[in-house]
T-cell receptor
Framework: DAGITQSPRHKVTETGTPVTLRCHQT?????MYWYRQDPGHGLRLIHY???????DKGEVSDGYSVSRSKTEDFLLTLESATSSQTSVYFC???????????????FGQGTRLTVV | GDSVTQMEGPVTLSEEAFLTINCTYT??????LFWYVQYPGEGLQLLLK?????DKGSNKGFEATYRKETTSFHLEKGSVQVSDSAVYFC?????????????FGQGTTLQVKP
């Protein structure tokens, strides 16, 4: 199994509060991603990182920010949580750039976030 | 933009039945195609992949062939088991600079009954 740890695994928070989710990898991969999973939508990309301090927006980035100060850690922050951000959040890593093109991504176990 | 469309589920089959889950895509150029599987309460696991036209990906009895002429990547298995019950996602990877971003279909739930 790819060495990816997400924390926390479950969280309930109130509307308007900030929330930070953490993704930690032990594979030293350059690329890391945050996706959210919602019924009927599959998974959608929130933000991704292609190196320390190098990040970019995905398809559904509004209301989210990310930071990557170390290769192994990629943080996702909800600045002011809303009920529409209730979802399951997955972190993924990829050896892209260290292996042939178009390699697959490996996913963490997910964080179930409920905003009440 | 790029997109992936999967057949709607849920799909309910009896054990040992033949499985097909349809997947079609829209993309420029030559994306890589993937099938991921998600068992209850778990993350996504790569099931198989194909990186160019006419490639066949296979794993654990599942197969899918990259058909560029029909822009499809249908998942098949000859004889399903109860343990195959899961959600299956078709995905493609294609982006400028090869950033590895995945575009997913909406997922298809498979339930296999004994």
């Amino acid at each position: 199994d790819a060495g990816i740890t997400q924390s926390p695994r479950h969280k309930v928070t109130e509307t308007g509060t900030p929330v930070t989710l953490r993704c930690h990898q032990t594979e030293n991969h350059r690329y890391m991603y945050w996706y959210r999973q919602d019924p009927g939508h599959g998974l959608r990309l929130i933000h991704y990182s292609y190196g320390v301090k190098d990040t970019d927006k995905g398809e559904v980035s509004d209301g989210y920010s990310v930071s990557r100060s170390k290769t192994e850690d990629f943080l996702l922050t909800l600045e002011s949580a809303t009920s529409s951000q209730t979802s399951v959040y997955f972190c993924a890593i990829s050896p892209r750039g260290q292996a042939p093109m178009n390699t697959e991504a490996f996913f963490g176990q997910g964080t179930r976030l409920t905003v009440v | 933009g790029d997109s992936v469309t999967q057949m709607e589920g849920p799909v309910t089959l009896s054990e040992e039945a033949f499985l097909t889950i349809n997947c079609t895509y829209t993309a420029t150029g030559y994306p890589s195609l993937f099938w991921y599987v998600q068992y209850p309460g778990e993350g996504l696991q790569l099931l198989l992949k194909a990186t160019k036209a006419d490639d066949k990906g296979s794993n654990k009895g599942f197969e899918a062939t990259y058909r560029k002429e029909t822009t499809s990547f249908h998942l098949e298995k000859g004889s399903v088991q109860v343990s195959d019950s899961a959600v299956y996602f078709c995905a493609l990877s294609h982006g400028s600079g090869n950033t590895g971003k995945l575009i997913f279909g909406q997922g298809t739930t498979l339930q296999v009954k004994p």
